[in-house]
């Protein structure tokens, strides 16, 4: 990476960060050690906290305390959020509080007036207009590229960025969905986003949380081989609302069941059958969430040397559009 080097935004002022790249609160995946991997190289780095339950935030938060001095934020899910959750986060101090898939309007006061900046995640248009109104800092705008859950009607990063930038005027957007290299930062940027989350090329990093064998079977496939579904939600008895599919690697049971959602439903034995081997990581019917980006997601590096390899090709990149204008 060129010494000195940095990537101003909008966002990166907003926040007292170097870089315009956010690693994504990726529950299970993205704990303390990412997170504070992430800031430290200077982005922001999320903790994936999920509902907020109680034992994992104090650890992954502590971890993350413990290791950086720089700002950091903790990630949330909306419809399933524990009552206290977010008091119990404010305690640690956080840079950032996102949240994502629901209503972020009942939280908004009490995260703000903490002086912690409020992140939305959105997926769709009235998601962005309801995240406005409530008054967030910083919007995230997700395409149907990304890895894990998004919206049902979801369309694809290129296409939706560009819309919310529109509606959001001088509230900062980042891109998320479908970003794992420098190229892709500097195109989420030419849409008006001020950086980009970055969820599935975090994964495959020394300090995620995702199991070594998940992490081969990530380098191993491509975008190709990943598919939006609900299958792997019905199957693990996931209480994850029908309008929040989730983009997965395909597999086995997956293959199965496919169109079958309803008499999967009423299949408690099929489920029986998922969650035993689940429970041993059989990988024909784990669901290991992944985006379309996943062809660049070729070997496991430290978040570090991540962040800093995507704001340096962002940085290229940039020089190289600059010299098409200067040709003509
Ligand atoms: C393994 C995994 C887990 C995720 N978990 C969450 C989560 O708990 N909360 C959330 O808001 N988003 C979650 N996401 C979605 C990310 O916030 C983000 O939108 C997505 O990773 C961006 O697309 P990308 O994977 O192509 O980079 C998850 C994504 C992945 C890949």
Do not use: C
Not at 142 to 161: C, I, K, L, R, W
């Amino acid at each position: 990476m060129i010494e000195g080097m940095a990537l101003r935004t909008d966002f990166t002022e907003r926040l007292s960060i170097e870089h315009p790249v956010v690693s994504a609160p990726m529950g299970g995946a993205a704990g303390g050690a990412l997170a504070a991997a992430v800031s430290e190289a200077g982005g922001l780095g999320l903790i994936g906290a999920g509902s907020g339950a109680r034992e994992v935030l104090e650890r992954e938060a502590g971890i993350v305390t413990a290791s950086t001095s720089k700002p950091w934020g903790i990630g949330f899910l909306l419809w399933s959020l524990e009552n206290d959750a977010i008091a119990r986060a404010l305690d640690h101090g956080p840079a950032a509080i996102l949240l994502s898939f629901g209503d972020p309007a009942p939280y908004a006061d009490e995260i703000r007036s903490a002086g912690v900046r409020l992140i939305v995640q959105v997926t769709d248009m009235a998601e962005a207009r309801r995240a406005l109104e409530a008054g967030a800092d910083v919007l995230v705008a997700q395409g149907n590229d990304a890895g894990g859950h998004a919206g049902q009607n979801a369309v694809g990063t290129m296409s939706f960025v560009p819309s919310v930038v529109d509606m959001a005027g001088s509230i900062p957007v980042l891109a998320a969905g479908g970003i794992a290299d420098g190229r892709s930062l500097a195109a989420a940027l030419a849409l008006g986003a001020s950086g980009a989350m970055i969820g599935t090329r975090f994964q495959a990093t020394h300090e995620s949380l995702v199991p070594a064998a998940e992490i081969k079977a990530l380098l191993d496939a491509t975008g190709a081989d990943t598919e939006t579904n609900r299958v792997l939600d019905i199957a693990r008895g996931s209480a994850w609302p029908a309008r929040y599919p989730a983009r997965t690697l395909r597999n086995a049971f997956l293959d199965a069941w496919r169109d079958r959602e309803a008499e999967l439903r009423g299949d408690l034995d099929a489920q029986q059958r998922f969650r035993a081997a689940a429970a041993e990581q059989d990988p024909d019917v784990v669901p290991i969430w992944a985006g379309q980006a996943l062809d660049r997601v070729t070997a496991i590096a430290s978040a570090a040397d991540v962040v800093a390899e995507i704001v340096a090709e962002a940085d290229r990149t940039l020089t190289r559009l600059a010299a098409y204008r200067a040709a003509r």
